[in-house]
């Protein structure tokens, strides 16, 4: 192994660590003491992004100076005066009636109900309020403000206000008891997988949606050109959006398992990767969001980032059929802020579609293409494929993947 690719000395100025500490039973008995907050389901997410480490710097939920600093800049400066690419709000919100009655308290309570009862998950200190500016927040993360925006609709229901801390205490270790937390791992823990797999590289993949034998080409693909490059044994993150996203979306356990069936059946080649759930929420903010993409990941080992088309985009909210971002505009900004990305590479990838002739996926575009071949199969398709029972063309996806998406589709 060259020692200027061993993990953990590429990467070593920033492993994001949790902020996960045990609470004594005294403690546990002045939180339980303590006026609280119930955080819904979203919002959990966003709590455990920032107590397992992916929102490095953040220890707690932005502060005022925060959100201006990365609504404007897409930075965060952490304690020392060094600026880290933040791009996304990451908030909490109350309401009129609960600023009221928190406001002067010297701590508040951090719950969950809807997965953990009334356990105390985190404990704010000296919780100050400043305005929610929905309006602000939405038109610089976004691009608009329109309600139809799946991920500002939810910005529009928050309360008026937004909570910080001076300090956050994090008591647990947030789990969900839905059959994914066996993939849900801290950023430390996929540094050790990786130190104990020996990989020499590891290239981290973002994706929402199932995987195709157009996506198993490009990761087979990148393998191979990182081994050209003088790479031994490079190991793939595999990294599904595991948070909060819109209704018709394939949700988490559906996209986990359809993951898997490719690793069972070697599709995906089970040595040369780590199958794990990033907790972020989606926010669909184009190149804004491609930006978290990245940054949150750069502390878990990562030597190199594959993006692509599209990642984060959404249709227009107020014109039909009309794309809100520049599908490329996403990549095109990554590369150009790699530098902020502690020595990470990122790596851009072409396309790939169905080639009707060869019946397999392959890379579009390139010397002797003929678009005629080649057939792009969106999700509806599959879905009215599903329902009808019709099979995928051959060597469009591999069968086990096809027989857990296909289920999910047909029960909708």
Same mark, same amino acid.
């Given at each position: 192994?060259?020692?200027?690719?061993?993990?953990?000395?590429?990467?070593?100025?920033?492993?994001?660590?949790?902020?996960?500490?045990?609470?004594?039973?005294?403690?546990?008995?002045?939180?339980?003491?303590?006026?609280?907050?119930?955080?819904?389901?979203?919002?959990?997410?966003?709590?455990?992004?920032?107590?397992?480490?992916?929102?490095?710097?953040?220890?707690?939920?932005?502060?005022?100076?925060?959100?201006?600093?990365?609504?404007?800049?897409?930075?965060?400066?952490?304690?020392?005066?060094?600026?880290?690419?933040?791009?996304?709000?990451?908030?909490?919100?109350?309401?009129?009636?609960?600023?009221?009655?928190?406001?002067?308290?010297?701590?508040?309570?951090?719950?969950?109900?809807?997965?953990?009862?009334?356990?105390?998950?985190?404990?704010?200190?000296?919780?100050?309020?400043?305005?929610?500016?929905?309006?602000?927040?939405?038109?610089?993360?976004?691009?608009?403000?329109?309600?139809?925006?799946?991920?500002?609709?939810?910005?529009?229901?928050?309360?008026?206000?937004?909570?910080?801390?001076?300090?956050?205490?994090?008591?647990?270790?947030?789990?969900?008891?839905?059959?994914?937390?066996?993939?849900?791992?801290?950023?430390?823990?996929?540094?050790?997988?990786?130190?104990?797999?020996?990989?020499?590289?590891?290239?981290?993949?973002?994706?929402?949606?199932?995987?195709?034998?157009?996506?198993?080409?490009?990761?087979?693909?990148?393998?191979?050109?990182?081994?050209?490059?003088?790479?031994?044994?490079?190991?793939?993150?595999?990294?599904?959006?595991?948070?909060?996203?819109?209704?018709?979306?394939?949700?988490?356990?559906?996209?986990?398992?359809?993951?898997?069936?490719?690793?069972? +059946?070697?599709?995906? %080649?089970?040595?040369?990767?780590? /199958?794990? #759930?990033?907790?972020?929420? *989606?926010?669909? &903010?184009?190149?804004?969001?491609?930006?978290?993409?990245?940054?949150?990941?750069?502390?878990?080992?990562?030597?190199?980032?594959?993006?692509?088309?599209?990642?984060?985009?959404?249709?227009?909210?107020?014109?039909?059929?009309? +794309?809100?971002?520049? %599908?490329?505009?996403?990549?095109? /900004?990554? #590369?150009?802020?790699?530098? *902020?990305?502690? &020595?990470?590479?990122?790596?851009?990838?072409?396309?790939?579609?169905?080639?009707?002739?060869?019946?397999?996926?392959?890379?579009?575009?390139?010397?002797?293409?003929?678009?005629?071949?080649?057939?792009?199969?969106?999700?509806?398709?599959?879905?009215?494929?599903?329902?009808?029972?019709?099979?995928?063309?051959?060597?469009?996806?591999?069968?086990? &993947?096809?027989?857990?998406?296909?289920?999910?589709?047909?029960?909708?």
């Amino acid at each position: 192994m060259e020692e200027n690719h061993v993990i953990g000395k590429i990467n070593a100025p920033i492993v994001f660590e949790h902020l996960i500490q045990a609470a004594t039973e005294a403690e546990r008995e002045a939180a339980n003491a303590l006026p609280s907050i119930d955080l819904d389901l979203h919002q959990v997410q966003y709590l455990q992004t920032i107590s397992e480490g992916w929102a490095y710097p953040l220890t707690g939920f932005m502060n005022e100076m925060q959100l201006l600093e990365s609504m404007n800049m897409k930075t965060v400066t952490d304690a020392h005066g060094k600026r880290h690419l933040l791009s996304v709000p990451i908030t909490q919100y109350v309401s009129d009636d609960e600023k009221k009655a928190l406001e002067g308290k010297p701590a508040v309570a951090l719950k969950c109900s809807a997965i953990a009862g009334d356990k105390v998950l985190a404990v704010m200190h000296k919780p100050t309020f400043y305005e929610n500016r929905k309006e602000e927040i939405c038109t610089r993360t976004f691009g608009t403000f329109s309600a139809k925006h799946p991920k500002a609709e939810t910005i529009m229901a928050q309360g008026n206000w937004l909570i910080s801390s001076e300090s956050t205490r994090f008591f647990e270790r947030i789990t969900y008891n839905d059959g994914m937390d066996k993939y849900r791992f801290t950023p430390r823990e996929i540094v050790e997988q990786i130190a104990a797999r020996g990989a020499d590289a590891v290239y981290g993949f973002q994706v929402r949606n199932p995987l195709h034998n157009g996506h198993v080409l490009l990761l087979k693909d990148t393998r191979e050109q990182l081994i050209k490059q003088g790479y031994k044994n490079p190991i793939l993150l595999l990294h599904p959006l595991g948070g909060w996203c819109k209704d018709d979306d394939v949700p988490l356990d559906t996209r986990m398992y359809q993951h898997q069936a490719l690793i069972d +059946d070697g599709t995906l %080649p089970a040595e040369h990767i780590i /199958l794990a #759930v990033w907790p972020s929420p *989606m926010y669909y &903010g184009g190149p804004t969001e491609v930006l978290w993409h990245a940054s949150s990941r750069v502390g878990c080992g990562l030597t190199h980032f594959i993006t692509g088309r599209d990642p984060a985009g959404v249709k227009h909210p107020e014109i039909a059929d009309r +794309d809100l971002y520049d %599908p490329w505009h996403g990549q095109k /900004l990554l #590369v150009h802020q790699k530098s *902020m990305l502690n &020595g990470v590479e990122v790596l851009p990838f072409k396309v790939a579609a169905y080639n009707k002739v060869n019946q397999r996926m392959e890379f579009f575009g390139g010397p002797g293409c003929n678009k005629d071949d080649f057939d792009f199969i969106s999700g509806s398709r599959m879905r009215a494929m599903a329902k009808n029972n019709e099979p995928l063309p051959p060597g469009f996806m591999s069968q086990g &993947g096809w027989e857990v998406l296909g289920n999910y589709y047909r029960n909708l």
